[in-house]
């Protein structure tokens, strides 16, 4: 099953997602990470040299597949890149910017819908000329493409209106953790954070798309040592709300 029926499903089974008056939501839910070793760079393809300052892209022709594994990482060095969805000649509907402080202990990890179309990934190293990653794209294999779906039927997720913040602390036994971000068709303009310490943030990721439920936002942070702490903010203004859904692995 794609993952925009996946959501739909969800949607329809919880008509008050996006009421303030809902049930107050586990902060967590643990997960069997079966898939943990896919997000080995070796395991999702050829992986390319990207130095700072340029760009590559990837095209990804199949209308029958929707789901794009990305992962960035580095010898080490911190890494800042964009990463976009093409479709078409002249349109990007999702942007994120990724930002880690180590890009050995803490790859960018990330999944990415086409919206069943045809459609490019491209990747710029936004960081300075000296500081290179390395960066491969493919699409998901079915395991990994189902754990969207899978956290969305596993935790109640958090409403989070437009300017709020949420965070989730994990002690030193979590070593991953998902998070997902969604909207109800609307905008989905957030922020996601890994912390180690007061605002010392080790992990950041910021996406804009016009439409958070075809284009949610899904990563995993490798948690390494105590003192983790995830942080959502919502971006947008107080009329464009998202859900939070973060597990650890």
Request: glycine fraction near 8%; charged fraction near 15%; include cysteine.
């Amino acid at each position: 099953m794609k993952f925009v029926s996946g959501l739909l499903v969800a949607l329809a089974a919880s008509a008050n997602g996006f009421s303030l008056n809902a049930a107050a939501p586990r902060a967590t839910v643990s997960l069997n990470s079966a898939v943990a070793s896919e997000w080995d760079m070796a395991s999702v393809g050829r992986s390319v040299r990207i130095e700072g300052q340029s760009r590559e892209h990837w095209e990804f022709p199949d209308p029958n597949q929707e789901i794009v594994q990305v992962v960035v990482d580095s010898n080490g060095r911190p890494v800042e890149s964009l990463i976009e969805l093409w479709i078409g000649p002249d349109w990007t509907p999702m942007k994120v910017k990724a930002y880690t402080e180590d890009g050995l202990m803490r790859p960018i990890q990330t999944l990415i819908g086409t919206r069943n179309k045809a459609a490019a990934i491209d990747i710029n190293n936004t960081g300075p000329g000296d500081f290179p990653l390395n960066a491969a794209a493919s699409y998901a294999k079915p395991g990994l493409a189902a754990q969207r779906a899978d956290l969305l039927t596993a935790n109640q997720g958090r409403y989070i209106e437009g300017g709020a913040v949420h965070s989730v602390n994990f002690d030193a036994s979590v070593d991953q953790v998902q998070v997902l971000l969604y909207t109800d068709t609307r905008q989905l303009n957030a922020q996601v954070e890994l912390l180690n310490g007061p605002n010392n943030f080790k992990q950041k990721f910021e996406v804009f798309t016009n439409n958070g439920l075809l284009n949610s936002l899904y990563v995993v942070f490798n948690t390494p040592g105590s003192g983790n702490v995830v942080r959502v903010t919502n971006l947008a203004p107080l009329e464009f709300p998202c859900k939070a859904f973060i597990a650890s692995a």
